[in-house]
């Protein structure tokens, strides 16, 4: 008997929160499937369980979602397994197969299956290969996981140290961050005492250019990095060495001193109160809404100042992750005259606080604006007149209006979807202070109507035009 | 003419508030054993609700003018003042009725992004923001059952699939036998009256996401009972379905998968209406927000001084003026890439439309990889066609010019 209630417990709610494709993981138990199944039974119950995921599909929380993910990879596998998933023999199979497999999957599924195949299944080779496909997909899929779940705050780290056979002897390091202040921190670095010979220590923010286990000369070493300099001390066992270093991220790497030669160990990588990343200013309204990519470690907050765009930052902000998400990013109430951001991480280390290396960024002085309003002057016995009134910001110069005129439904989005009624200018505005142009109320025929009347405006500096409300803009 | 009052769960017709059933506590008195709960056939089969539940029952028919608040359960005796709907017989709130509660229908082909904006939407009607601009507490009521989770938990899965996780969402399942449950926000609003004294008044909003595979047959599209008890529609279009923008823009294949014509889409939902009492001979009669999704695509294109960017919402309620000039962009835009046939469409068939300019993520997503941007979350416009709809139903007022 199909016991859902114990699925639901051991399956699909280990599997929450999985997207994209399933991750490797027991077949039969996913397929709740007892190996002692007769032919018959084992048909029941596939049926059973695929009608099972069908409903629960349709379940509008995290079920819904993997009984989808397992339902796609039932037919990846039917695909590929074909009839041989009605064969008891074949699930018996699995279940021989599934430890030594899944602890393969992160290394190379592909090559070990065979192995395993060749020792338990020689009469099935043919199953096998379906096998030995399924599982390869499915570790395809588990190299490619941390592409497909979104990883918002990933940092920009070096790339690691090209792959190298592990050495037993291999001098491994320990990092940890003890105090900090302002953009400096302290570290120790630790190795077993047993290691009697020298050790060097080098970090930079670089990847390392060299593998491990490799031997290389003292000048090899000083291309890469700074070294850190102290005198190691003895403690628990292990030899450790304290450093100052800049926040961020960091790799450091411990060389051997062996002769005239050093033996290159393993690299550790440490990031401490890592850079804001990507960060980006877009102007709403007047103000603007400042926005990064949080790094992934444990930052406590943003410290956000900003100021005109030659001048020191005049405000600060402490910007948490909950009031940017909350705030949808940060907002600054008026930047129409150019704003200068200057953004840094800040993360406890050790009960002081590390600030991250700053990233800035600048938005220019918003264009002038000019705002236009549209009214009909009656005159008695003559025709009647448009008057336009403009008025700027700050001071323009030379600035022409062309007053289109347009039928239809919609306003003309630029001046060459209308008809030009009337050039205005070169016109000089003061900021602030309206100037009010007179030209002929346009004539348009009731069958065009409704149109429209909207000035566009064009001037040596940017500009930016403000249409007055739409009802004034429209001739009925 | 729709009906007033119609539950929010079912989309089931209620005349008044005294027709609300009961719903028994289960409590057992000196003379009679507590009621058990059972599976309700009603309710199963009007809202897929299939976990055992106390009865419910009708009021008794009283003479008196004043309905009771408090009955006693004809089976056990127990007092009960749980209100619940006469048809699916799910617990309402106990406010429910006394003021208009809207029933809105998020309608929209494929991929369009629907639940991406219910789930965004309701975020932002839920934060502080809202709260202080309206005076208004939002908060999404209903029960679940195991297995399927009350939209509340479904709510709450969504917003942290989408501002915790990054992940976006695949097409949304198509309903079972036409019917999926909705989602009801509380909107309760604190104003102050002719007198100037302060009242509460509570409404509810219902919304309603169809699938969009929902859509894509005639029969399944004439079973939406809930396209014909909606008090509203939002219709959401996709802007990269249009060829003309399309063309604009350099999208990855991912984010323009070939679909049905917004147009026939269009259409079909037409066809629909038509059949119910949202069709008065000539025009479909319900108001429709039809909102442009994804519209940060085109944020680089229009330049921060266009009005669409620069212009924004006075606070305090519907902006007439900001929502005219949206409009009045927004037709322009669709007229230039090649949308006339639908607004054709809107234009002969619906008496009371208006576009609308949206952004739920507020940054372009990756397509690829269906991730939002790592930037995080920053919706945009996404309240304006919301806000339309409820002063059109009276329950948010116009901003004063």
Redesign the interface.
Known sequence: MFDTARY?REVLRPLR?T??QLPPGDLLARYSIDPDMDAAELTDHLREIRAFWAR??????????VC?LLIHTDQALRRTAGAAMDDPAWWREQAQLYPATRTYLADDPLDRSVDVAATSTDLHDWRAQARRQFWAALATVDRHLP????????PPRPAPAAPAPLSKSSLTLRVRPTVAENDLCRVELSWPAEVTAKVLVRSSTDPSPFVEGEEISPAQAQQWGAELTGTPVQRDGRLVLTATVPTGYRLYLPFEVSGAHLRVGRPAGLGIAVPL??L?I????AGA?V???WPSDSTLFAEVAWGGLDAEPAEHAEVTRER???G??FAIPDVRSGVRVSIRAVADVGGSRAYSPATVAGLEP??ASIAYDLRRRWRLGGPSELLVTLRSDRDCNAVQVYVVVSA??????DRT?GRLHARLGPLRLSGDVPLVVACPWPDVPKQERPSWIRCFVQAPSTV?A??P???RMRII | MTAKLACPFCYNPIRRRGDLWFLCRGRATARKAACRPSVDEARRRLTGFAEPTLPAFPPAVEPSLMPKNKVHCPRCGGETAIRACPHCHTRLPQEFGVSASPMLVMVGARGTGKTVYLTVLSRELESAKIGHEFNATVQPIGEGQDGFGSQSQWLRQNIRRVYDEFQLFPATAQAVDGRKEPLVLEWRVEHANRLGLRRSRTNYLSFYDTAGEDLAGDIETQGLHYLRAANFLILLLDPFQLRGARDELRLPAAATPRHEPTKDVLARITEALKLSDHWNGRKITVPVAVAFTKMDAFYDLLGESHPLRRERRRPGGYDESTGQTVHQQMGALLKAWGGDDINSHLRTYYRDYQYFFVSALGAEPNYDNATVNPIGVHPDRVEEPLLWLMHRGGLVPKVAP
């Open positions: 639901d929160g997207h994209g629960r599909a349709q379940a509008p929380d995290f079920r819904g979602e989808k592409l497909v779940v979104a990883a918002p705050v990933a990343q990507r980006r877009e102007r709403d309204g809404r926005s990064w990519v940017y998400t909350t949808n990013g918003a264009p239809g439904e919609f306003l003309p989005l979807a930016s403000v249409d409300p739409i009802d």
